[in-house]
């Protein structure tokens, strides 16, 4: 009996260990981050988020155009797959429930989680771009074929599963009592799904959603293959831009000058706020809208 | 059957041998003797990896080269954490000093940029500097531009939008290829300038030669810059290229050596685009291998630092055969002879190694 009260505090220490490690890993991230930056948020300040120069021989670093395009790429991809991974997550859980298909669909989307994102950066080079470029060419503008729309549709791919997966895992967990309620009542499969089900697991498909989100604003390889990596404000969601992954990804290997380098290091620590906020914001939004927990 | 059993025996044989000749240099490599640590530039990581790979079967010496750029390779050097360093542009007057001890480059082989396009047919097209940048700034817009139409009067160019296609790294090919348009135009200087990545007034970007060759392959209009190594291996179309002495020149391994065949410095620290030889490829450049010039630091005994300077010797002189197969350009006699006497200079204790 003692033997085992002591098993129980070593295993309780390690549990609080770890999580007291891992507060203490991300407080150093920060630390680092602002650390290493300091010489690029001395000599910037603000500008840093409203310049949209990027000149790293005048040394003159402005990141608007990569937070704007990491912001476009990441949300439009968000828009295009969250109907789809939502119609895949009822599709499995209240239509083909179980089953051979089911399991070939089921894998299928949780496998493309697994895919390496260099893959989905060839896919989308060598298959999507050209079509995008015969679209362009077709409605009359500047047909480059890559851009911030190409790097959406792919990420859109990529984050599906993210969705798919929790929202179907949720929409599994509402009580059959309460869906079998409504059926009594005389309503529909769609009634049952759109006032039921959909509002019960709501919380739940919004956090696979946020997720999904946090996956595609720090994808680097994929984009960088893609997005046509360009400086420039994007003027249109077909333009040319860059992403804050992107442009780390890409010159910060030969980045020898500190200032360059800290300014590097800068949008690091940029990308992991907008990340901090927007997962913020959206627990916020989950606590604000639970309605039957 | 019997030969099969003959056939187990030379392989125990010969793994013996192998697994013998391992322990020893991993013995030796422990002592530090035997292995030669490199770090830097990428470009010339084909060519180097052939040339120890030869070296190591020859005199059983084992150099350990980490392709991480030419930036890395200068740190990693000042930092003294490798024998030498790569790189593919040399270091600066501030960063030499930044070092604390005097650095030496040792010039290896040379390496050019092409410029590269996708046009119905691919014709042979020919450009001067100016029309490069001018492409490259945005102001030349279509391949029919007159500017484009007067120097190829043979060629039908297409009334299409110019697509600029760039490095989107940095990269020491990018960095040969704005100091060859800084030297030729004005408002390249004051618009763009030199360096490693560049902010680029218009154009697409990819990443390494590869991104930049896949974007030009696909792009119908396109025009790109990429290695001379890279463009001849997978038969990309070229552009000449006007040089300072008013040839137009085909980017080739021999056009490219020629454009080191002229009064160089004594250093070799010099860049060789818009080069004043009369038959060289003006967007030319040389790689580099940097050591301290003084060898005895960090406990380095003297034999190994003669296996430093004996592989370098090896690598500019029996090693340049292998440069050709490969599509880089052998070092000219006049770059030879200045890397032989700066070779000559670095010391061990103050003494010469190489006589």
Request: hydrophobic fraction near 45%; glycine fraction near 8%.
């Amino acid at each position: 009996m003692r033997k085992l009260f002591s098993g129980d505090k070593i295993y309780r220490g390690i549990l609080y260990a770890s999580a007291f490690f891992l507060i203490v890993l991300l407080f150093g991230f920060f630390i680092t981050f602002i650390f290493e930056s300091s010489e690029s948020l001395s000599k910037f300040g603000f500008g840093f988020i409203t310049g949209t120069q990027w000149d790293p021989i005048d040394s003159q670093f402005g990141a608007l155009p990569f937070l704007i395009g990491t912001l476009i790429t990441s949300f439009l991809a968000l828009i295009i797959s969250f109907p789809l991974s939502l119609m895949i997550a009822v599709f499995l859980s209240e239509y083909f429930h179980k089953g051979f298909f089911h399991n070939i669909i089921k894998t299928a989307v949780e496998l493309l989680a697994g895919i390496p994102s260099i893959v989905f950066g060839f896919w989308g080079l060598f298959v999507l771009v050209p079509v995008i470029r015969d679209f362009q060419t077709a409605i009359g503008i500047e047909a480059y074929g890559v851009g911030i729309f190409s790097s959406a549709i792919v990420l859109s791919i990529m984050i599906i599963p993210y969705t798919a997966s929790i929202s179907r895992e949720v929409i599994t967990m509402v009580p059959s009592d309460v869906k079998e309620a409504a059926y009594s009542l005389g309503a529909t499969k769609y009634e049952v799904i759109r006032r039921i089900i959909l509002p019960y697991s709501g919380s739940g498909i919004f956090a696979g959603a946020l997720l999904a989100l946090g996956r595609a604003l720090g994808e680097t390889m994929a984009v960088t293959m893609i997005i046509g990596n360009s400086n420039i404000m994007p003027t249109s969601i077909f333009s040319p831009g860059n992403t804050m992954a992107s442009v780390i990804a890409n010159e910060f290997t030969e980045a020898t000058d500190s200032t360059y380098l800290s300014a590097l290091i800068e949008i690091g620590l940029l990308l992991f706020i907008v990340t901090a906020f927007i997962n913020l914001i959206g627990k916020y939004i989950i606590k604000k809208t639970a309605r039957f927990s | 059957m019997k030969n099969i059993s003959l056939m187990i025996l030379a392989v125990i044989i010969l793994t013996a041998c192998g697994e013998k000749k391992d322990m020893k240099s991993l013995k030796e490599g422990v002592s530090g003797t035997t292995e030669i640590l490199g770090a830097g530039a990428t470009f010339p990581f084909p060519f180097y990896s052939k040339v120890f790979d030869e070296y190591n079967k020859i005199k059983g010496v084992k150099v350990n080269y980490q392709a991480i750029g030419s930036g890395g390779g200068i740190k990693q050097l000042v930092s003294k954490t490798v024998d030498f360093g790569g790189t593919d542009a040399f270091m600066d007057a501030q960063e030499l000093a930044e070092a604390g001890k005097p650095i030496v480059h040792i010039p290896t082989c040379l390496g050019a940029d092409v410029i590269t396009y996708n046009l119905p047919g691919n014709p042979k097209l020919k450009f001067t500097g100016e029309v490069i940048a001018d492409i490259f700034l945005g102001k030349i817009k279509k391949w029919n531009d007159k500017k484009i139409a007067e120097l190829n009067p043979d060629v039908k160019l297409p009334s299409q939008k110019i697509v600029v296609v760039h490095r989107s790294d940095g990269s020491g090919t990018t960095f040969i290829f704005s100091d060859y348009l800084t030297k030729i135009s004005k408002d390249w200087e004051t618009k763009v300038g030199t360096g490693k990545s560049l902010d680029w007034p218009v154009g697409l970007g990819g990443k390494g030669n590869q991104g930049v060759a896949g974007l030009v392959q696909q792009t119908p209009g396109s025009i790109g810059y990429v290695e001379l190594v890279y463009s001849k291996s997978n038969n990309m179309p070229a552009a000449l290229i006007k040089n300072s002495s008013g040839n137009f020149i085909d980017p080739t391994i021999s056009s490219v050596s020629l454009a080191a065949n002229f009064e160089l410095p004594a250093d070799t620290r010099a860049s060789i685009t818009n080069t004043s030889s009369a038959d060289g490829y003006p967007i030319s450049s040389f790689t580099w291998i940097i050591l301290f010039k003084e060898l005895n630091y960090n406990n380095r005994d003297e034999n190994h630092a003669k296996e430093i300077v004996d592989l370098i010797w090896w690598l500019i002189h029996q090693g340049e055969q292998y440069a050709e197969p490969l599509h880089y350009s052998p070092l000219p006699q006049q770059a030879l002879l200045k890397a032989e006497t700066i070779l000559k200079s670095v010391t061990y204790n103050g003494k010469p190694i190489k006589e």
